[in-house]
């Protein structure tokens, strides 16, 4: 079986910059991954990632996907990870379609949304409910809806809805929003956004489609009529499949500043490890600075 210098594990923006820095070093590599540009590709609009004063999620994730074209970095998409091991100084991964063998690993394989667990959210998915503002908006023109969370996520969303539904409520578990001040700001300026602070989802309720939610707030419950429901209340690290190296409560993978984890030669980058702050741009640096420790290890260990 072939045994690649590096294998990255997810092509978000971690993994898409890790196969650009891994190509320049002339590394033989791989990525596997289930999609192309993870939680970027979900985004609305962005303002904070350096050189671009106003880009899409959207529109981001193609300019990293044509980045990572022009070195041709091989990439196997859809191709989902089940398992990573090491065995006698080599990783083998084992995903949904194939197995391989690596001298080194990076995990970039971010995080996913966070589920309410209330009555309604599993029968009307995709049925009114959805974790997507980006993917979804353009289907709830002109319908009122509800987003829940309180965070950036949220926020986010919420400011896309506004230019396309006449009234959307912000159900927020905490007693003030979390998010960037100045997308609150925004919100606030919207006119079309009622948020509802200390309110916590008790149902999500209609017939072949959401018609209503229930909230409760100081113990009194009260029901609004939205066609639509955006769930943004967090994520959580796509880690399961690993099983060696250590996590915190979280299931975050836990790394050091070189990238590094608990077991040699598997690095590990982006909103699936411990860095501090999810924010596109760092998990590109981080993304970088794995596949620079990885070329590292490469360059000063020895095998067989």
Same mark, same amino acid.
């Given at each position: 079986?072939?045994?690649?210098?590096?294998? /990255?594990?997810?092509?978000?923006?971690?993994?898409?910059?890790?196969?650009?820095?891994?190509?320049?070093?002339?590394?033989?590599?791989?990525?596997?991954?289930?999609?192309?540009?993870?939680?970027?590709?979900?985004?609305?609009?962005?303002?904070?990632?350096?050189?671009?004063?106003?880009?899409?999620?959207?529109?981001?994730?193609?300019?990293?996907?044509?980045?990572?074209?022009?070195?041709?970095?091989?990439?196997?998409?859809?191709?989902?990870?089940?398992?990573?091991?090491?065995?006698?100084?080599?990783?083998?991964?084992?995903?949904?379609?194939?197995?391989?063998?690596?001298?080194?690993?990076? /995990?970039?394989?971010?995080?996913?949304?966070?589920?309410?667990?209330?009555?309604?959210?599993?029968?009307?998915?995709?049925?009114?409910?959805?974790?997507?503002?980006?993917?979804?908006?353009?289907?709830?023109?002109?319908?009122?809806?509800?987003?829940?969370?309180?965070?950036?996520?949220?926020?986010?969303?919420?400011?896309?809805?506004?230019?396309?539904?006449?009234?959307?409520?912000?159900?927020?578990?905490?007693?003030?929003?979390?998010?960037?001040? /100045?997308?609150?700001?925004?919100?606030?300026?919207?006119?079309?956004?009622?948020?509802?602070?200390?309110?916590?989802?008790?149902?999500?309720?209609?017939?072949?489609?959401?018609?209503?939610?229930?909230?409760?707030?100081?113990?009194?419950?009260?029901?609004?009529?939205?066609?639509?429901?955006?769930?943004?209340?967090?994520?959580?690290?796509?880690?399961?499949?690993?099983?060696?190296?250590?996590?915190?409560?979280?299931?975050? /993978?836990?790394?050091?500043?070189?990238?590094?984890?608990?077991?040699?030669?598997?690095?590990?980058?982006?909103?699936?490890?411990?860095?501090?702050?999810?924010?596109?741009?760092?998990?590109?640096?981080?993304?970088?600075?794995?596949?620079?420790?990885?070329?590292?290890?490469?360059?000063?260990?020895?095998?067989?």
């Amino acid at each position: 079986m072939k045994v690649y210098d590096l294998i /990255i594990l997810g092509a978000g923006p971690a993994g898409i910059t890790a196969a650009v820095y891994a190509a320049r070093k002339k590394m033989d590599f791989l990525v596997l991954s289930n999609d192309v540009g993870g939680q970027t590709a979900w985004s609305g609009d962005i303002e904070n990632y350096t050189g671009y004063q106003f880009i899409t999620g959207p529109e981001l994730t193609l300019k990293f996907e044509e980045h990572m074209k022009t070195f041709s970095a091989p990439l196997n998409i859809p191709e989902g990870v089940n398992d990573i091991k090491k065995e006698n100084d080599l990783i083998k991964v084992t995903t949904n379609k194939s197995e391989y063998i690596s001298k080194t690993a990076i /995990i970039a394989t971010g995080k996913r949304p966070r589920m309410l667990d209330v009555p309604g959210e599993k029968e009307f998915k995709n049925k009114g409910v959805s974790y997507c503002a980006t993917c979804d908006a353009p289907i709830f023109k002109g319908k009122n809806v509800a987003v829940i969370g309180g965070g950036n996520s949220a926020l986010d969303a919420a400011l896309q809805l506004t230019k396309i539904c006449p009234k959307i409520y912000m159900i927020n578990i905490t007693q003030q929003l979390t998010g960037d001040h /100045i997308m609150i700001e925004n919100v606030n300026k919207s006119g079309n956004v009622e948020i509802l602070n200390n309110s916590k989802m008790k149902e999500i309720a209609g017939d072949n489609f959401v018609k209503r939610i229930v909230i409760e707030k100081e113990n009194e419950t009260r029901a609004l009529d939205v066609e639509g429901v955006f769930i943004e209340i967090g994520l959580i690290p796509n880690s399961e499949f690993d099983k060696i190296t250590e996590h915190n409560k979280y299931g975050e /993978i836990v790394v050091d500043c070189h990238n590094a984890t608990s077991i040699s030669a598997i690095f590990a980058a982006g909103d699936v490890t411990t860095v501090p702050e999810k924010q596109i741009i760092i998990a590109c640096g981080e993304g970088s600075k794995a596949a620079l420790s990885a070329f590292r290890y490469l360059s000063t260990h020895k095998w067989g």
